[in-house]
């Protein structure tokens, strides 16, 4: 398999009118499952991010700032609505700077946590394309300079491509993360993932449905090239093991399922299938997260899957 594609089709359950014993057997395959807790509503204050102007550094606010709220969303972001309202958007707050001459917009969007706005983020960075030094990780890209720090994904836009204007947004940038409290971390949970083999900044974040699966939330990813062929790790939490359910019951929906193989040394609970696409998955339990891979191939990529799972333990 060449190529991997992150987000797959398929249903989410399979019929509830099986026998009995099928039931039994399915639930023995399975971890006993137990509700999360509500998280709280965050607060919006992307707005105070922007500054209101630093002569100083020959930045002047040319207008008030414009805020937009999810309810807002569908009428003032248009079919980029439910891309943010995917990732949790809190609000967005944007105005016009001119800096050193040069006129530029700033654009705060606000998350419900770092993961998400990295989440967010990273659909917008080409893979392999990415830097620190502006807040966590930056880039730019024809007229606009991005970069994502704490909760926050800020975009400078600028009317010109050539080197004058770059330095005006990188300007206008900076001052932004000046006034960003939270620190300029990536998400942790992507040190849990192995370093050989890994294609330079392909890290994903999938809040919700990941392979399109209701209820399979708050996923980690991150490619690979291993013997020739491109592959994708991924990771979430599953202390209730509900998520395993439902990629269990996506498996089932899918066709022919199996434990994974032996030699992989997944906790009690393991599945392997193939998806629509015909991209072998492997996933299981290690120490309460969910783990896998997405293109497994017995010959070049199994070392790195099975490494992996024998280093979580």
């Known amino acids: 398999m060449k190529s991997i594609i992150l987000i797959l089709t398929g249903v989410a359950w399979i019929g509830l009118g099986s026998l009995s014993c099928s039931k039994k057997q399915q639930d023995a395959s399975r971890p006993a499952q137990k509700s999360e807790p509500a998280s709280e509503e965050p607060v919006f204050y992307a707005d105070n ?20 709220m999810p309810a807002d969303a569908d009428s003032s972001l248009g079919s ?27 654009n705060v969007s606000q998350f419900a946590s770092l993961e998400d706005a990295y989440g967010f ?11 620190g030094g502006l807040g966590a990780e930056s880039f730019s890209k024809g007229k606009a300079t991005y970069f994502t720090q704490g909760e926050f994904v800020v975009a400078v836009t600028s009317a010109e491509q050539d080197s004058a204007h770059e330095a005006a947004r990188q ?25 050989a083999d890994m294609i330079a900044l392909s890290n994903r974040y999938f809040p ?6 209701a209820g399979l939330d708050k996923v980690y990813t991150l490619s690979y090239l291993a013997g020739g062929d491109t592959a994708v790790l991924f990771l979430t939490m599953d202390e209730s093991g509900e998520r395993f359910g439902k990629l269990q019951d996506y498996a089932a929906s899918t066709g022919k399922v199996s434990p994974a193989p032996k030699s992989i040394p997944f906790d009690e609970y393991s599945v392997m299938f193939r998806n629509p696409d015909g991209n072998r998955i492997v996933a299981g339990l290690v120490r309460s997260k969910l783990v896998g891979i997405i293109g497994y191939d017995s010959t070049s990529n199994y070392r790195l899957i099975s490494m992996w799972v024998k280093g979580l333990k």
Request: hydrophobic share 45%; aromatic share 12%.
């Open 80 to 106: 980029k609505a439910e891309e943010y309202l995917s990732y949790d958007l809190v609000g967005m707050a944007m105005s016009e700077y001119e800096v050193d001459g040069f006129t530029v917009s700033a």
């Open 208 to 213: 919700h449905g990941f392979l399109d699966v």
């Open 171 to 195: 300007a206008m940038a900076q001052q932004i993360s000046s006034h960003i409290a939270s620190p300029p971390i990536r998400p942790q949970f992507f040190m849990l993932f192995p370093m």
């Open 49 to 68: 991010v922007l500054p209101d102007g630093l002569e100083n550094f020959g930045i002047k606010r040319l207008g008030t700032v414009h805020k937009i």
């Open 121 to 131: 983020y990273a659909t917008l960075r080409p893979v392999g394309i990415g830097a």
